[in-house]
């Protein structure tokens, strides 16, 4: 990885280093095949997104081959895979208010909403992990009482996947999605991924046809007539610098083992949890770290001036409002004397008062 040895990186959950596997993989894209193949390598590209997608579904989702496309943003995936799901069944969708800010916003903007599984409820959307406290969802348990009640699931991998392993196919889930860009470490905006369970991919259809899903791309006046399996999930042409840029990030996480990297996981959760308690900080995720994903909360009620007070030392955690300061680990990166560092600033920041300096200022939110 690239490092910024001059900063206590603390918000890797948010977005990731940027690796030299990166850097070159999509400097070969940009010099050589865009810049001296021009339209021909199209020849390479052209299956990139549903080839991309099986390395992160096979490799990391525990998903089939074919189950797994990656090309738009995590909020136009959402809206293919809820929007599919409703269409399939009457009834609200589930969602809690507390979901990360794009999930309600699309599931309101869909369905009425409720808050908690009930009957007549046609689809339940929910994360793996919980973006404030970083708490693990039993993604089997909740997916079985969502069947129970004939509904589907959808589910926001965003904050886990590359973090903790993940097993849709086995837990039973129906689809899944998420980005690319915090521990997977593709870059700021890169294209989020799909997950489509095999047996689904025939009865649902996704609802934002486009030329890409189109079984012969060429066909120009012909009637819509979809590819087969994952492959009729795509819409537009695919982002093939973004996906490139996946493509090669989420070699790193693969030669390094999503086992091995959940261990380092759990072992940074309980280092953060002990220090905390060592420096009279008020911890707020789960104690155990098996339930815990890639990110701690601190609690503070002035949690924005404190994050500015940290930024201001070189320290980069980030803020969720409104008393959460979240302390996120890149498993790959993250070091054990980084987390010390940071979280011994903030006992400092938080004993000192040096964060009264900052509470007319407002912090940006990532």
């Known amino acids: 990885m690239i490092d910024e040895s001059d900063v206590v990186y603390l918000d890797g959950n948010s977005l990731g280093r940027l690796s030299h596997d990166v850097v070159d993989a999509v400097t070969r894209v940009v010099r050589d095949e865009w810049g001296r193949g021009l339209v021909r390598s199209w020849s390479e590209w052209v299956d990139i997104g549903t080839r991309v997608g099986d390395r992160i579904g096979v490799g990391l989702l525990g998903a089939a081959p074919g189950e797994t496309i990656?090309?738009?943003?995590?909020?136009v995936h959402l809206y293919k895979a809820l929007a599919a799901a409703c269409a399939a069944r009457p009834g609200p969708i589930a969602v809690d208010p507390?979901?990360?800010?794009?999930?309600?916003?699309?599931?309101?903007?869909?369905?009425?909403?409720?808050?908690?599984?009930?009957?007549g409820v046609a689809v339940a959307l929910r994360s793996v992990v919980d973006y404030r406290t970083g708490e693990v969802r039993d993604v089997r348990a909740d997916t079985a009482a969502a069947h129970a009640l004939g509904a589907l699931t959808v589910w926001d991998c965003s904050h886990a996947v590359g973090a903790v392993p993940l097993r849709l196919?086995?837990?039973?889930?129906?689809?899944?999605v998420g980005c690319t860009y915090k521990h997977l470490a593709a870059g700021p905006g890169a294209p989020a991924w799909l997950w489509v369970r095999r047996?689904?991919?025939?009865?649902?259809?996704?609802?934002?046809r486009g030329w890409w899903g189109q079984a012969d791309r060429f066909s120009m006046d012909a009637p819509w007539s979809p590819l087969p399996g994952i492959g009729a999930w795509a819409s537009g042409t695919p982002n093939v610098i973004g996906c490139t840029a996946v493509d090669a990030?989420?070699?790193?996480?693969?030669?390094?083992?999503?086992?091995?990297?959940?261990?380092?996981?759990m072992a940074l959760c309980a280092f953060a949890r002990d220090a905390c308690d060592a420096l009279g900080l008020s911890f707020a995720s789960p104690r155990d770290p098996a339930r815990c994903g890639a990110h701690v909360a601190v609690r503070h009620p002035s949690a924005a001036a404190v994050v500015l007070a940290l930024r201001a030392r070189g320290v980069v955690p980030d803020l969720r409002p409104p008393d959460?300061?979240?302390?996120?680990?890149?498993?790959l990166t993250t070091t054990f004397v980084e987390v010390w560092d940071g979280l011994s600033a903030m006992a400092d920041v938080v004993a000192s008062g040096a964060w009264?300096?900052?509470?007319?200022?407002?912090?940006?939110?990532?």
Do not use: M, N
């Open 70 to 75: 990656v090309g738009d943003s995590t909020t």
């Open 199 to 208: 047996e689904l991919q025939s009865t649902l259809a996704q609802p934002i």
């Open 324 to 331: 959460v300061v979240r302390v996120g680990f890149s498993p």
């Open 249 to 265: 990030a989420v070699g790193v996480v693969l030669d390094a083992g999503i086992d091995a990297i959940h261990r380092k996981t």
């Open 98 to 119: 507390r979901e990360f800010p794009t999930d309600r916003y699309v599931a309101e903007g869909l369905r009425p909403v409720v808050p908690a599984l009930e009957p």
């Open 169 to 176: 196919r086995e837990w039973d889930a129906d689809l899944a």
């Open 356 to 366: 009264r300096s900052f509470v007319d200022e407002r912090p940006s939110v990532t």
